[in-house]
């Protein structure tokens, strides 16, 4: 895959994890599962969660408005596509067996999205700004220049 490629096939696989964990979390609000405020607290929690990851990509569209049809540098688009889609599958799908289960309780969805999710968002933040600045310095634009 190119680097254009990748940064859309990115970009695909946040915001469908996004609207699918969302839609679980209005699934179970309609079905009167939890009450407002916890439903509030979990789509509040969601966007948090997808933020990072979301951001990144999105800098990666301003950033790099020339993006030619190269090359990903040295499998890193491979590896990003690879961690993302699972950290989204983890993550939304979580959020889904939750909304499916009915045995748990709001408060063990939140303490899993306050434990968990924000070192494995980390992982992903980090693994797509390794990406994206890879991608950089192959088109030269990341390398150091000598300087005098």
Request: glycine residues 6%.
């Given at each position: 895959m190119n680097i254009r490629t990748t940064r859309h096939v990115l970009?695909?696989?946040?915001?469908?994890?996004?609207?699918?964990?969302?839609?679980?979390?209005?699934?179970?609000?309609?079905a009167e599962e939890f009450f407002e405020d916890d439903f509030t607290s979990l789509a509040v929690k969601t966007v948090g969660q997808y933020a990072g990851p979301l951001s990144i990509v999105a800098a990666a569209y301003f950033a790099d408005a020339d993006t030619r049809d190269e090359r990903n540098p040295s499998g890193a688009g491979a590896i990003a596509v690879l961690f993302t889609a699972l950290w989204c599958v983890?993550?939304?799908?979580?959020?889904?067996?939750?909304?499916?289960?009915?045995?748990?309780?709001?408060?063990?969805?939140?303490?899993?999205?306050?434990?968990?999710?924000?070192?494995?968002?980390?992982?992903?933040?980090?693994?797509?700004?390794y990406f994206f600045v890879s991608a950089a310095k192959t088109k030269g634009q990341g390398a150091a220049r000598p300087t005098g």
């Open positions: 970009t695909g696989i946040l915001l469908a994890a996004f609207v699918a964990s969302l839609a679980a979390i209005v699934h179970g609000y309609l983890f993550t939304a799908g979580r959020t889904v067996m939750f909304i499916l289960s009915r045995d748990e309780t709001v408060d063990v969805l939140t303490k899993w999205n306050t434990d968990v999710v924000p070192i494995t968002s980390f992982l992903i933040d980090g693994t797509l700004a």
